[in-house]
């Protein structure tokens, strides 16, 4: 959609809206039992060809679908970006004081902050900003203050630090 901004060139848009709907209709949860219904929202773990089951934080865009509503009045973007801000608004309900142990170091934070902030810029929802100061609230807390290393990361997790300040994309999103 940047693309497509940038240069008008609408073989930009067609793709834009091509994986708007692919992420609509195959990487967020909707159809869910009731006992598991907080998870309606919730983004399909990032994998090729979408095999493996549950669901990542760590792997979110909403601004793609927040640019296909606006761009096209697309009804259901808007619809299924709202539905993943509040799974994310969700689990900033699950932190539990006064640390989030084995949340793997800065990435699912950052992603969180990223998506909900753009949910809260387009909405106006103050919601959205509240997980997201609940996010600010955690990861200060967590973030060691002589190393900039997050603390409570697991030591088999995939974004466990390779080096002391931890990994420099992951921190980068945070």
């Not at 808007?78 to 932190?95: D, F, I, P, R, W």
Request: hydrophobic residues 35%; positive net charge.
């Amino acid at each position: 959609f940047l693309l497509y901004a940038r240069s008008g060139d609408r073989n930009y848009l067609r793709l834009g809206c091509e994986h708007a709907r692919h992420m609509m209709d195959t990487d967020i949860l909707y159809q869910l039992p009731v006992r598991k219904r907080y998870l309606i929202g919730a983004p399909v773990i990032h994998s090729s060809k979408h095999t493996h089951g549950g669901v990542d934080i760590g792997h979110t865009w909403v601004s793609g679908l927040l640019c296909h509503y606006f761009l096209t009045g697309n009804q259901r973007s808007l619809e299924c970006a709202k539905a993943m801000g509040n799974y994310l608004s969700h689990c900033t309900k699950m932190v539990v004081e006064p640390n989030y142990k084995n949340r793997p170091g800065a990435r699912r934070p950052g992603w969180g902050l990223i998506n909900l902030v753009a949910l809260y810029e387009a909405t106006q929802d103050k919601t959205y900003l509240k997980a997201a100061a609940k996010i600010v609230d955690v990861v200060r807390r967590e973030q060691d203050h002589e190393t900039g290393a997050w603390r409570y990361v697991s030591s088999d997790s995939f974004d466990a630090p390779y080096r002391l300040n931890g990994k420099v994309f992951m921190v980068g999103i945070l």
